[in-house]
Every structure is written in C-alpha cells, then in structure tokens.
C-alpha cells in the first residue's frame, strides 16, 4: 500500500515538473537576455536606425510618417512610445526583442502541444527553441526580427492548438490567432503572409469540413486581423486609397541582380519598380532566382538553422512530420504545409537570409523532435521498470546542446567603446544634437541622448564630393559643424577626400578626436571669430594665445562623469626650433590641479617646431573629470613647456616682462 502511494506521489512530481518546465525555460530565456544586453548601450544593428528615425517623425497632425511601402508603423510606433515614456532607445529595442522571444516560445509550446499531445514532449520541443543560436541572437538585438517572427509564431500556435479538442476551430481562439497576426503585420509586413496563410487553412477546412462554424471561424479570424492592423491599413487607405499599400519591388530588384552593397547599389533600384513589373520584364530570370533561394533552403548548408545534435533531423524531420503515418492530425498538417510553403515562397524571391526565417526554427525543432522521437522505442523495460526511452534520449540529446546555450551566456558583449568615446568628444567639442554631425561612418551615434540617434549619413545627403573646398561648402549651407571621415566608407564613396586623416591639416577643418586604430578621423568646421573669446595672452618664444572656446558635457554611460573641451587658437610670429608641450590645467578653490590634459599641439600631428608664422593653429584638447569631484567653480589655466626639459615657457606683456608661466582661461562650473 505505502509503495502505492509513493508511486502517485512520485507521479504527481514528475507531472508537476513537466507542467513547470515551460515556464522555467522561458524565465532562463528571460534572465539569460537580460544579462547579456546590460552591458551594450548604445544601438548595435543598423538596421534599428531607420526605424528609431521614423519614430522621431511621427506625428498625429500628419500621415507622411505613418507611410512606408516596405515598413510598416507599428515598430516606429512602440519606439516613440517608449522614448515618451524616457526609456531610451537602445533599451526599448532590446525589451522588444526579448518580448518577442517570449511571444516565440508561447507559441512553440502551443504548437508542439498540438503536434505531440504530450507535455514532455511540448516542453523539451520549448528547451531546443530557447537553446537555437538562430533564436537567441535576434532576441537580443534590437531591431524588429524578433517581435515580429513571435507575434507570427504565436498566431500559428493559436491556431494549431484551436483544433486540439474538436474538429472545427474554436471561434476564440480563431479571432486571437487573427488579432496577433495583424500585430504581426504592423511589425513587419510578411505579418501578412501569416494571415493568408491562417485564412487559406481556415477556408480549406470549411470547404471540406463543410461546417458552419468553421465559416465562422474564417469571419472571425479576417475581423480580427484587420483590428489588429488598423493602425496600418486606415492610414493607408486615407493616404492612397489602398489599405494595403505595400510593395518590396526594390527589395526583390536588388536581390534579383545579386547586388550586395546597399551604400552604393541601393539607389541604382528604379524607384517606380515593383514586383510585378520585374515578373514581366524578365521572368526567367525572376522565376530562376526564386527556385535557387526555395530549394536552397531544403539543400543549403548555411540555411541550417537548428545547432547540434538536431542539425541533421532538420528539414528532413519536417517532412516526415508531415508525411509519416502517425495519427497526426491532417489539418494539421495542412496548417504546418501552408505556413512554411508561403513564407517560403514569399522570402525566396528576395533571400533567405536566417534573420528572416526565425518563423522556422519552431517548425524545424518540433520536426527534429518528432522524427527523432520515432526513430527510438517509447519504452524500455528493465526489471519490471518502464523507462521512457525516448524521452531519456532528447533529455540526452538537450544535454548535448546546452553548451550553444551556455556560450551565448558567457558571450556577454562589452559596451561598444569607440561609439562611445567618440559621442563624448563631439559633446565635449560643443556638439547639441546628432543633426549637426555629417559623418560616413555607419555605427556612430549620440551615445548621450535618449534617441541614440545615428549622425547624419553623408553617403544619402551628399552623395558627390569632389574636395575639401566642397565639403567645407557643404557643411556651412547646411548647417553641420563636424565631419566624421572613415577609412573604409569614407574612402569608398568620397575618393576625393582620401587624403584626410589625423595628421592632415585642411583649410577651415579642426581635427578633434581619433581612434587609437585611426579607424577614423572627427573634424569640426573652423569657429568664426565671433565665437572665440578673445584672450590676447603673448609667450616670450614668439607664440600668442589669441582666442579659446570651453565646454563642458556629460560623459556617456551616465553617472561615468564630466568632460571638459578647449579650442585654442594659436599663432607664433617666428618659426621654432623646439616641439612644446600645452597643458590644461583643471583647478580647485585649493590651487590643486583636479583634472588636466598635457600633449602636443592638435592631437599630437603638430608639433610647434613645425609651425609656420602667421596661419592660426585652432588646437582642441579634452579630458575627463572626475565623476566624484565636487560640484562647484573651477579655474581653467593652460601654457606651454619644453617637451625635453618640461620648463615652462613665460608669458609676457606687451613690452616683453615675464608675466606668469600659464594664462587662466576662465572658470567653469561643474554640476
């Protein structure tokens, strides 16, 4: 009797265990996410910038923003929100991302429950997902891949799980399959594919079902993706009449024609060009690059998407999901059949790059599972001991792909510190906004602002420079005060300007910040002298200080500390013979220096010694300030001093009488 008893209760453990996984998993999903996009603050993905952008854009005065013919608003949209609320951008991506994993694996585990009827089996189905590399990358990288693939996963999962108790689909569930596929849709367009899909699988049920309520279920599913898309479609059809103004024409013609550059190739698309144009013009061309990319994903090596050991059972377990002659439902089977033929076949005619068939991998892994399942006896009897064979082997084999798990654990990025360092020396250079910084440089940005916001790209504003001169022009008509000069996009798009680098001096540009690689090179346009305070400080070597300009900025990560920033603006009246030093001295009530900066003139690429008589030297120095000194009043003082000797070079009056060894600048309030 007590054996009894201990059995159940030992039943009631394991059953209890195999209810509690799914949640488990889902909460390591969490934390493991979490932890590892603490470190990164600034904006990761490029493609995260456009839609950060668009956010800023939107307006309820006006529909220009709401419109796109390739992205839809509902992203911009959860941006701006968050940005209202002081989230700042950066976050927001990230907690979208995760959120859309955690959609993903609700609806992994609504559709391994429908497939296999078994808890354990759902679960482990759960664990592969959450332990795919494919999935948990995009889950923590901003950008709408995520959201989007688990608001679609969701919805498929929804309606697989309508006819797990009956024949016919449950109108609920129907309706919220429906409403998720349009929040899909509102995401990203192929939300659409979704919806068709669901509907065609709807109608083929009512058609051979021939149920009235399966009819209903088809109304239903239709109503609720229009509510849930509304906030796309009815601006679009006040805009343009078509509620569902959507057209990845030049999408496809770039892939089409194999370009890969989308810096130089991307304008070549006609902008007029849609997909059913590139059908008529060239239809061999169109229906041959559609066949490569579909039947790449059954054959190609690099569009295996699952990890060890379920990389082999892939594709191959799919299929036989839907061929083997198990009881598996045949709607559905029908259901899983139509999802991934009309993604499928709708992505093949662009790429099948693995960030767009996130969608796939529940299918995959669920096929994996079930065809790995099948292929090992469900039971095996070891002294009158029933072990579930099967379910020991994928317990194994999860064993065997936890490690994909743990390495993306332990992969933790550290924050991106050139994106970073060069957002504090462009506000400690007297930058107010991203709006004022014409670069070529793809991942900079104002690591200070709640936006993130890229600097202006100068490949799309001004496509052509032919010279200096020109960019000088260039940056006074449109208002931009610095120029970010790169080795690799800089050189590509702007030939020209390839003598630029920190140790070039052109006219009307001050060099201000570099990299230790010299990856790239930040200039800001020459001050006019209205904007410089006249100081009029004479050294005895000939060299007089004419006129400076001090900020001081908020370094990024917040609470790291205070930056301060100095033009000076140098002239010597005779050529030298000795390199100097300049220091900047930072000066407490005491007369203790609390912060200062000590190099050669401009970045140290203009030693004095080099100098010529007359031109101006405009030399910038920044240094940081300790995040823990007092606030208050502090004196700024700089000079000069021999390099070799460190004796200070005297400053003189008017008539040639030692002054002083330093010139005090002003005093700058530290907050």
């Known amino acids: 009797m007590q054996k009894e008893i201990d059995k159940r209760r030992i039943a009631r453990w394991i059953k209890l265990f195999w209810l509690a996984l799914p949640v488990l998993i889902i909460m390591t999903f969490i934390a493991i996410e979490v932890q590892r996009v603490a470190p990164a ?86 664990a592969f997902v959450a332990c795919t590399g494919y999935f948990m990358y995009p889950g923590s990288l901003e950008g709408n891949d995520m959201p989007a693939a688990g608001l679609q996963i969701l919805s498929l999962g929804l309606l697989a799980i309508s006819v797990l108790r009956q024949d016919a689909p449950s109108l609920r569930l129907a309706f919220l399959a429906g409403l998720v596929a349009g929040l899909a849709y509102l995401i990203r367009y192929n939300g659409m594919v979704t919806a068709l899909a669901g509907e065609l699988w709807l109608v083929l049920i009512a058609v051979l079902g ?123 089977r029908g259901l899983l059949a139509i999802f991934m033929l009309a993604h499928l076949a709708s992505l093949s005619m662009m790429r099948l790059d693995p960030r767009f068939l996130i969608v796939m991998i529940p299918l995959l892994v669920i096929g994996a599972v079930y065809f790995f399942a099948n292929l090992i006896p469900a039971q095996w009897n070891v002294r009158r001991l029933a072990l579930p064979l099967n379910i020991l082997a994928l317990l194994a084999a999860l064993v065997w792909a936890l490690p994909t798990l743990l390495g993306f654990a332990q992969g933790r990025p550290s924050p991106d510190w050139t994106v970073i360092h060069a957002s504090n020396a462009l506000h400690s250079a007297g930058m107010q906004t991203a709006n004022q910084v014409l670069s070529t440089h793809l991942r900079l940005q104002d690591a200070s602002a709640l936006e993130r ?20 022009q260039a940056m006074r008509s449109q208002g931009w005060r610095f120029f970010i000069y790169d080795r690799t996009t800089g050189a590509t798009v702007y030939p020209a300007l390839s003598q630029l680098s920190p140790e070039a001096h052109p006219p009307e540009l001050v060099p201000v910040y570099f990299p230790e690689d010299r990856e790239f090179v930040i200039y800001r346009l020459q001050a006019s ?34 930056r301060v920033g100095l033009y000076l603006n140098w002239q010597t009246d005779s050529p030298l013979d000795a390199s100097l030093k300049v220091f900047v001295h930072l000066i407490d009530s005491a007369g203790q ?20 008589p007359g031109p101006v030297v405009v030399d910038f120095h920044q240094f940081p300030v300790d995040a823990q000194l007092p606030p208050g009043q502090y004196t700024l003082q700089v000079g000069l001093y021999d390099e070799d000797t460190g004796v200070r070079i005297k400053r003189v009056d008017a008539v040639g009488n030692s002054i002083d060894d330093k010139v005090v600048l002003t005093t700058v309030h530290i907050q």
């Open 210 to 332: 021939r149920q009235r309520i399966a009819w209903k279920a088809v109304g239903i599913y239709g109503a609720a993706f229009l509510l849930g898309s509304m906030v796309q479609w009815i601006p679009s059809l006040i805009a343009t009449g078509n509620p569902f103004a959507i057209d990845q024409g030049q999408n496809v013609w770039f892939h089409l024609y194999g370009k890969s550059d989308f810096i130089n190739e991307w304008r070549q698309a006609p902008q007029d060009i849609t997909v059913f144009k590139l059908l008529a013009l060239e239809p061999v061309r169109f229906i041959q690059h559609w066949w490569d990319a579909f039947q790449g994903f059954w054959t190609s090596p690099q569009l295996t998407l699952l990890d060890a050991p379920l990389t082999l059972f892939a594709q191959a377990g799919f299929i036989f999901l839907l061929l083997a002659p198990r009881p598996l439902s045949i709607k559905l």
């Open 41 to 126: 603050i600034t904006i990761v993905n490029l493609d995260y910038f456009p839609p950060v952008d668009r956010a800023l854009l939107l307006s309820f005065r006006s529909l220009d923003g709401w419109m796109h013919p390739v992205h839809p608003v509902g992203y911009p949209w959860l941006i701006r929100i968050g940005l209202e609320l002081g989230w700042d951008a950066e976050r927001i991506g990230q907690g979208l991302s995760i959120a859309g994993g955690v959609l993903g694996l609700c609806g992994t585990y609504l559709l391994a429950l429908s497939v296999f009827r078994d808890k354990r089996f759902s679960a482990l189905a759960l």
């Open 453 to 472: 916001e890229r600097f202006q790209q100068a490949y799309w504003i001004v496509p052509q420079l032919g010279s200096e001169a020109e960019l000088v």
């Open 593 to 612: 220096v609390v912060a200062q900066d000590d190099n050669v003139p401009v970045l140290w690429t203009y030693p004095t010694n080099t100098w010529q």
């Open 529 to 562: 002298p209205e904007e410089c305070l006249s100081i009029d400080a004479r050294f005895d070597n000939g060299i007089s200080l004419e006129c400076y300009q001090a900020y001081v900025s908020q370094d990024a990560p917040t609470g790291s500390g205070r």
